[in-house]
């Protein structure tokens, strides 16, 4: 699809949010269309009156409405809580990393925050029990290729014993020295899916997403969304001092910038100017140029992968990143090539990624020279 109809319904979406509703977002196809694949269309829909909603039906591919939200809502709970008290029973202390924890802690009504899949925390010591509590008392089948996600029928259940995937990319352990013992440390006890669940500080938790989000590309707006939910959560308990240590010790400031100028600038988010100064990341003209067509609802392609090696203490580092991320590890490559050949299929993959990385950055460049 091509990029102006990302921005457009970016930009869209975010008037939509901000109490604006475009007329003729209301008749586009393609506004409804990503809206879906974004995990907005509940929240965006529900924004709508009566008479906007009766208008925009006719242009839906696949009409919904709230019973139909609940319905996906109420059984992803349902697993959850099941996924919960197996632990529990398990003795495995564990942390919903996103999932519930943002739809039944942030939003007004859970089933606006779509999910489609559970993921997990917990210590590595316990990594062997609780690959069998997922497939011996929760019935999860393991999927081969990837050694931590189990299925039960369409329902992922995704087991992290580290919060930012570097078991995937070794590099990204020098991106911030944010670890699993930062959940539990800043983690309290509360609910989620009627069952006892610890819920993570959001001294921890902010800054997490804000990595989240970037480690894919800012693609899709509901990570931002839940983000200025947060952040309004932050205000109102008068959290943010201990928000921006926790961005600060966990080094995550550029994602956090990125993340906070957005929905400041475009979810009416409450961030003041003097937090946005405080953790404002050096840029480089180059840098510079790349925040303005994000602030502008641009989805930038590889846009993790420059960040992240700007995040890099040095310069091995980096070159350490850069050979990882375009040849990764033996189950790395397994996972990227999606079964036949590996060999075969990870190359052809990545020569069409470095091609496309190629062709996208020489544009870059020519409209650079132009300017």
């Known amino acids: 699809m091509p990029q102006h109809v990302f921005w457009s319904y970016r930009e869209s979406a975010c008037a939509l949010l901000q109490g604006n509703t475009p007329a003729h977002a209301l008749t586009n196809t393609d506004f409804w269309t990503l809206a879906q694949a974004d995990a907005m269309f509940p929240l965006l829909w529900s924004s709508l009156s009566p008479e906007q909603q009766e208008i925009a039906k006719p242009w839906l591919l696949n009409p ?18 099941r996924v919960l008290r197996a632990y529990q029973q398990a003795g495995i202390p564990i942390i919903c990393m996103r999932g519930l924890a943002i739809s039944e802690t942030l939003y007004p009504k859970p089933y606006l925050r779509p999910h489609t899949d559970i993921d997990i925390l917990f210590d590595k010591q316990h990594l062997l029990w609780a690959k069998q509590v997922a497939g011996n008392d ?30 995937r990319i ?39 997403l804000c990595f989240h989000a970037l480690k894919h590309s800012f693609e899709r707006l509901i990570w931002l969304y839940d ?3 947060l952040a309004k959560q932050v205000e109102s308990h008068g959290l943010w001092d201990e928000v ?30 003097e937090y946005l100064q405080y953790i404002k990341p ?63 299929n990870f190359i052809r993959t990545r020569i069409k990624q470095v091609a496309r990385a190629a062709w996208s950055l020489g544009k870059e460049t020519a409209r650079m020279i132009r300017i």
């Open 227 to 229: 983000i200025a939910l």
């Open 170 to 208: 070794q590099a990204w352990k020098h991106l911030t020295p944010l670890h699993t013992q930062d959940f539990f440390k800043y983690a309290y006890k509360s609910e989620l899916a009627g069952e006892e669940a610890l819920l993570v500080h959001p001294r921890v938790m902010l800054p997490y």
């Open 64 to 81: 919904m409405d709230e019973h139909i939200f609940a319905t996906e809502a109420l059984r992803m709970r349902n697993m959850t809580a």
């Open 282 to 344: 050096k840029m480089d003209i180059i840098e510079a140029r790349l925040f303005k067509r994000f602030m502008q609802h641009e989805v930038i392609p590889y846009m993790a992968e420059r960040l992240f090696s700007r995040m890099l203490p040095s310069f091995k580092h980096r070159l350490s990143f850069w050979k990882e991320t375009i040849y990764p590890r033996p189950e790395v490559r397994a996972q990227i090539a999606g079964g036949g050949c590996v060999k075969c």
């Open 244 to 273: 921006l240590q926790g961005i600060n010790e966990y080094k995550l400031e550029r994602p956090c910038f990125y993340a906070l100028s957005y929905v400041k600038t475009h979810m009416n988010a409450p961030v003041a100017d």
């Open 138 to 167: 929760l019935h999860f089948r393991p999927i081969q290729a990837y050694p931590m996600l189990f299925k039960l029928g369409d329902i992922p259940l995704d087991l992290h014993i580290e919060p930012i995937g570097a078991e």
